[in-house]
């Protein structure tokens, strides 16, 4: 039970990540590679941030989500949209993304050096008993603002034209277009939308693990992981995919082994691709054919 | 096509007798050694070229192969004392096994879920070697992996080493050729362009699919292989999902549907790589920038450009030939 609970606030990281995959894949079906960097982006925006300006937690949350969602915007037209005019194979695509990963990464590794970072927190890590469990601010702090901007999300994405006309690509991009949907737009704000959850994530999880320039690769793995299980391009499934994977890394590594945990999530993995490659939670199998 | 295949094999020709001199030219053991690193990088792209490239399968897990032939060739060695080549040929058997595994998932999955798949099994690997430290030496790593020999002689210097690699990568190159040019090559290609319609055709896919995967572990198990007794060590860290996403620029960059393109590319890589070190911080950055680039401007790789490049010359000779006879009248 208490590692159910443990599992949560890293759940709801992979959840907001899976979802900035998601949402992107959902979109332009682009596979973006350069996700989990954003998150890096983003814990090291909020990092300067109270360095040099001693902004605070939710101020540093806002400004660095609105500074690496730009990044996105950037990307996405800079690089996807000559690659999507010239009709790239996939792959390009993929390698693409890579590369602005390994950019971003070794621009941060540039100004910020090799050294591990320390956010502070902005509430106690002290745990608090819950009955027999026990739970840190920390991680209430993690799961409560991750449920935020997923409302907010889901706000966004029902209520504003802007969100509207995303859906309407998501279904269908070439009826969109026919509908007078500027795909270009949407586009950019799914790539925008996707960085800036992903910089919250980064600022959310910079006070638990360190801010280091690599710190992305992994979360962005596991994010993907965590969409994919869900099912790529399925929003509710994404979140759900994040928390099931972050209850089943703390289970996995809680009770059978530490260094074998993430070996066991990759299993488990590609039995879940193996035996339901449309992810867990779709009840529709909707393979194309 | 004909010709074309004539000046492929003129051009074989050609690189294979440069290459047979290069150490001879090349005195600095620096270069060499770079030179030989990339021979053995050039096996997995020419692996990777044949499953991605003909395929159309995706693989972003291939330093698995590559460390499964390492460890299990290296570990023979080590411990059973058991000489190079038997011992390569071991763990071609278990990459190609571990490949056939892989495959069987790998059948069902397309796109983005068959990449994942790929990297989970290459993280597998990965944090198996890390994890079973009895066995593995865990991330200490193995060392003392014993020098090969080859007809008798003792493998040391760089030198030496870089005929061992030429020889297989020749052989590699060559078997890779055969294939991609020969029905199954075709078959793959059809594949790749329309699974369905190949299925519809009476083409066997899964099996060729599970094919496409075996043959490509075992090029990277050969350059495992090979890497073992090259570096005389071997550590987890020599594996990582990094090194994988390397391999497969290697073979997107230099055009991964040819099989030119994977030594181009495997090449052009290593050495940038090697080149950029003088810009220290930014090295990884302008090599970023590098691929984000060419996948954009060079879409069919390096080979694709050059491809192009020498039809437009054998247009331009024909015009000037055409040219001169009118002159000439």
């Known amino acids: ?289 | 096509m004909g010709a074309n295949n004539e000046t492929n094999k003129r051009s074989m020709v050609i690189v294979a007798i440069l290459a047979a001199v290069i150490p001879l030219a090349v005195s600095s053991n620096y270069y060499l050694h770079v030179i030989n690193l990339a021979g053995i990088y050039t096996l997995i792209t020419l692996g990777l070229n044949l499953l991605s490239g003909y395929t159309g399968q995706v693989s972003m897990g291939h330093a698995g192969f590559f460390a499964v032939g390492t460890y299990v060739s290296a570990l023979l060695a080590i411990s059973a004392g058991i000489p190079f080549w038997a011992a390569a040929v071991v763990a071609l058997v278990v990459t190609g096994a571990c490949g056939a595994i892989i495959a069987i998932p790998a059948m069902r999955l397309s796109g983005p879920y068959l990449v994942l798949a790929t990297v989970g099994f290459g993280e597998i690997i990965r944090l198996i070697i890390l994890n079973w430290t009895p066995v593995t030496k865990g991330a200490a790593g193995l060392t003392g992996i014993p020098l090969p020999n080859f007809l008798g002689m003792q493998i040391s210097s760089e030198r030496d080493f870089y005929y061992l690699i030429f020889v297989v990568v020749a052989l590699g190159t060559y078997i890779a050729y055969r294939l991609a040019n020969s029905k199954i090559g075709r078959t793959l290609a059809a594949i790749r362009e329309d699974e369905l319609a190949a299925e519809t055709m009476g083409v066997p896919v899964n099996r060729y699919k599970v094919a496409a995967f075996v043959i490509s572990a075992v090029y990277a198990g050969m350059a495992g292989a090979l890497y073992g007794v090259f570096s005389g060590v071997a550590s987890p860290d020599n594996f990582t999902f990094d090194d994988s996403v390397a391999f497969l620029c290697m073979s997107v960059i230099g055009g991964n549907r040819t099989i030119a393109g994977a030594i181009i590319g495997t090449f052009m890589l290593t050495g940038l790589s090697e080149i950029l070190r003088a810009l220290q911080a930014y090295r990884l950055v302008i090599y970023g920038g590098i691929l984000i680039f060419t996948v954009i401007y060079m879409p069919q790789g390096l080979a694709g450009i050059m491809a192009s490049g020498n039809k437009w010359l054998a247009k331009r000779l024909a015009e000037l030939s055409l040219f001169g006879k009118g002159a000439g009248k």
């Open chain 1, 1 to 289: 039970m208490q590692y159910l609970l443990n599992g949560l606030p890293i759940g709801a990281i992979y959840a907001l990540v899976a979802l900035s995959y998601s949402l992107i894949y959902t979109t332009s079906g682009v596979l973006n590679w350069s996700q989990g960097d954003m998150v890096m982006l983003g814990a090291y925006i909020g990092f300067a941030l109270f360095q040099f300006w001693h902004v605070g937690f939710t101020a540093g949350l806002l400004v660095s989500m609105l500074v690496v969602g730009g990044i996105g915007v950037v990307v996405q037209y800079c690089i996807l949209r000559p690659l999507r005019e010239r009709q790239a194979p996939p792959i390009n695509v993929v390698i693409a993304t890579l590369g602005v990963a390994i950019v971003s990464r070794n621009i941060a590794l540039a100004i910020w050096g090799p050294e591990a970072q320390v956010y502070p927190s902005p509430v106690s890590a002290d745990p608090f008993a819950l009955g027999v469990l026990s739970i840190t601010p920390q991680d209430l702090l993690i799961v409560f603002t991750a449920i935020g901007l997923m409302l907010v999300l889901q706000y966004l994405l029902k209520r504003t034209k802007e969100g509207k006309a995303l859906r309407a690509v998501a279904q269908d991009r070439y009826a969109a277009v026919l509908m007078g949907v500027d795909t270009e737009k949407s586009d950019a704000v799914a790539f925008a939308a996707s960085a800036a959850l992903g910089a919250a994530a980064g600022i959310l999880v910079a006070p638990v693990f360190f801010v280091t320039f690599n710190m992305g690769a992994g979360i962005g793995l596991k994010g993907f992981v965590a969409a994919v299980i869900g099912g790529l391009g399925n929003i509710p499934g994404a979140i759900a995919g994040g928390f099931f994977l972050g209850v089943t890394e703390s289970l996995a590594g809680g009770q059978i082994s530490s260094g074998y945990r993430d070996a066991i999530t990759f299993a488990l993995l590609i039995l879940v691709l193996w035996l339901r490659p449309s992810g867990l939670f779709l009840r529709k199998s909707r393979q194309k054919v």
